[in-house]
């Protein structure tokens, strides 16, 4: 009977023992001093807006032999502006394009109604509101292709600036006889380049 009860009296020992560990034992959320607490980060964003491109330039340009381009590229990344290359769909050799009375940029310079096929999709020009035009100096004049281009999209409202690339030819007529195929666009007075125009002479026109 007495070991009975001593026995009793043990467990009973052991039961409250462990009942009191339980009770003042809690899960260990603390972070060691010095230390971050290691968690996700989730950033809310329902109900925001959409994140809409800044760039309202747009830079355009044809250049067959390489001269106009760099000048167009360094423009665009002058101006953050997006860029576009206007691409003969049947392509210019270098005979179509010498200075002569029997090639093929001649008779189309010469032909008022000579439209040449432009390559690939043609930009959408919805959301610009300046376009940088270049272009080489063709018999005097805009190679026809430039007027494929601006007949081929809208450019009502928009700030033209044409600039060109020639060994002395002026943009003037070249650019003015490009007006009356956008006359709902706003032209500003454009420049002539040389072939390797510096840096230095293309941000002087641009901060003009």
Not at 47 to 59: D, F, I, N
Not at 146 to 155: A, G, L
Request: hydrophobic share 35%.
């Amino acid at each position: 009977m007495m070991k009975r009860t001593v026995s009793l009296i043990v467990a009973l020992i052991l039961l409250i023992s462990l009942a009191s560990c339980g009770a003042g034992s809690q899960p260990d959320n603390t972070t060691a001093p010095g230390t971050q607490p290691q968690f996700e980060t989730i950033t809310e964003t329902a109900g925001e807006p959409e994140t809409v491109s800044a760039t309202k330039t747009l830079v355009v340009y044809f250049s067959q032999t390489g001269n106009t381009k760099p000048i167009a590229e360094f423009i665009a990344e002058q101006k953050n502006a997006d860029i576009y290359e206007i691409k003969a769909a049947n392509p210019y050799s270098a005979e179509d394009i010498e200075y002569s009375s029997d090639t093929r940029a001649y008779r189309e310079q010469h032909d008022p109604s000579a439209r040449p096929a432009i390559a690939g999709e043609l930009p959408d020009l919805a959301g610009y509101d300046t376009v940088y035009l270049g272009y080489p100096i063709w018999h005097g004049e805009a190679p026809k292709i430039i007027h494929t281009f601006i007949e081929s999209v809208d450019m009502s409202g928009k700030t033209v600036v044409p600039f060109c690339t020639s060994a002395s030819s002026p943009v003037g007529s070249s650019a003015d006889n490009l007006h009356p195929l956008a006359p709902d666009a706003v032209w500003k007075d454009g420049t002539r380049f040389a072939a390797g125009a510096s840096d230095e002479e293309i941000s002087a026109w641009l901060g003009e």
